[in-house]
T-cell receptor
Framework: QKEVEQNSGPLSVPEGAIASLNCTYS??????FFWYRQYSGKSPELIMS????GDKEDGRFTAQLNKASQYVSLLIRDSQPSDSATYLC???????????FGSGTQLTVLP | SAVISQKPSRDICQRGTSLTIQCQVD?????MFWYRQQPGQSLTLIAT?????????ESGFVIDKFPISRPNLTFSTLTVSNMSPEDSSIYLC???????????FGPGTRLTVL
């Protein structure tokens, strides 16, 4: 059973702070990793994908991957109230096309 | 990416009836997927729908309950059959445009079964 684990939160950070979201996965054959953001009542939207160990930066967002530790994280710098949402970690294993999602972390950025 | 639409956006149905949800994408894609998101929960894959072949269902989901059609590379339907209140969920289609391995989601269909 392939599992993806996230801290369910809720996680609250003040505006301007760094929000750190974490995700672990069980399948060592996992190859592709994704972070989605889901606002209440909306569908998930892709924030970032990462495939190699290390950091990947896109604007205020940085994804970090450590395959040896089976760990992927998302950092949001200069957090804004508009970042308040549920963040979903998703993993794709090997040649499979299916995504396995974590349970999501609810983030609230306080003004 | 891809522009995806779903119909209906929401519906309220009676127990024992069936609802067909449509998913339309603005470009041809090989891979389409159907997910369910129950209240307060994450996404669970129902099935993978490839054009020209039978849908592949995940454990816990069966064709009799969730029949899927995929008549061409831009369209798919999911039917929720013989509904019960436990089927109340958001149903989402997603696509994986070639040659990426990234999935994009439609706006979802919010289903309430009374």
């Amino acid at each position: 059973q392939k599992e993806v684990e996230q801290n369910s939160g809720p996680l609250s950070v003040p505006e301007g702070a760094i929000a750190s979201l974490n995700c672990t996965y069980s399948d060592r054959g996992s190859q592709s990793f994704f972070w989605y953001r889901q606002y209440s009542g909306k569908s998930p939207e892709l924030i970032m994908s990462i495939y190699s160990n290390g950091d990947k930066e896109d604007g205020r967002f940085t994804a970090q991957l450590n395959k040896a530790s089976q760990y992927v994280s998302l950092l949001i710098r200069d957090s804004q109230p508009s970042d308040s949402a549920t963040y979903l970690c998703a993993v794709k294993s090997g040649s499979a096309r299916q995504l396995t999602f974590g349970s999501g972390t609810q983030l609230t950025v306080l003004p | 990416s891809a522009v995806i639409s779903q119909k209906p956006s929401r519906d309220i149905c009676q127990r024992g009836t069936s609802l067909t949800i449509q998913c339309q994408v603005d470009s041809q894609v090989t891979m389409m997927f159907w997910y369910r998101q129950q209240p307060g929960q994450s996404l669970t894959l129902i099935a993978t729908a490839n054009q020209g072949s039978e849908a592949t269902y995940e454990s816990g989901f069966v064709i009799d309950k969730f029949p899927i059609s995929r008549p061409n590379l831009t369209f798919s339907t999911l039917t929720v059959s013989n509904m019960s209140p436990e089927d109340s969920s958001i149903y989402l289609c997603s696509v994986e445009p070639d040659p990426t391995d990234t999935q994009y989601f439609g706006p979802g269909t919010r289903l309430t079964v009374l």
